[in-house]
């Protein structure tokens, strides 16, 4: 059991969710893509740059540490702006639900570079406006919920 801030103590067996958190580095109308390489989760696909929370880091943080480590850049938490949280389905019997957060940035310093050349081919500029075919599912639908201004996307569900 741990001791919560709002209220009593909760079991540690109650639900919880995985958070990611997805970098959309803008540029007028073209955002900043990856090629995903070296992993078996969708390795040859498009996706942002994006990872995991860890413990104990708050989701701005967070980014601001995938940024840095993924495709070289830096920003201010003031940069940052959430656009979107897609709640999304376990993908098979083997996945989790998970939480993404996915936050634009229309400033940074630095150019970006493949920080990870060993989980990511290439950068690419991309429209949201006319995606390839090879993005991400759940990062185009996210990609194209923000540019209709949409807050919230159930996706799989």
């Known amino acids: 059991m741990w ?5 009593p103590a909760v079991p540690h067996d109650r639900f919880r969710l995985p958070v990611a958190v997805y970098g959309i580095l803008r540029v007028g109308e ?6 995903r390489a070296g ?22 943080a967070g ?7 993924e495709v070289g850049v830096e920003a201010t938490p003031t940069d940052c702006r959430l656009a979107l949280v897609v709640h999304s389905a376990p993908e098979d019997e083997d996945d989790l639900e998970y939480l ?13 570079v493949v920080g990870e050349p060993d989980k990511c081919s290439e950068l690419v500029w991309v ?19 923000i540019e209709r201004g949409e807050s919230l996307l159930l996706h799989g569900w």
């Open 30 to 35: 073209q955002v900043l893509m990856l090629r």
């Open 63 to 69: 980014l601001l540490r995938e940024l840095r480590e």
């Open 100 to 112: 993404h957060l996915f936050f634009v940035l229309e400033q940074w310093s630095g150019e970006p």
């Open 39 to 60: 992993t078996t989760f969708r390795a040859g696909q498009l996706s942002l740059p994006a990872g995991h929370l860890e413990g104990g880091e708050d989701a701005v």
């Open 3 to 7: 001791a919560s801030r709002y209220g």
């Open 127 to 145: 429209s949201p406006a006319a995606l390839p075919g090879d993005v991400v599912d759940y990062v185009a639908e996210a990609l194209q919920a």
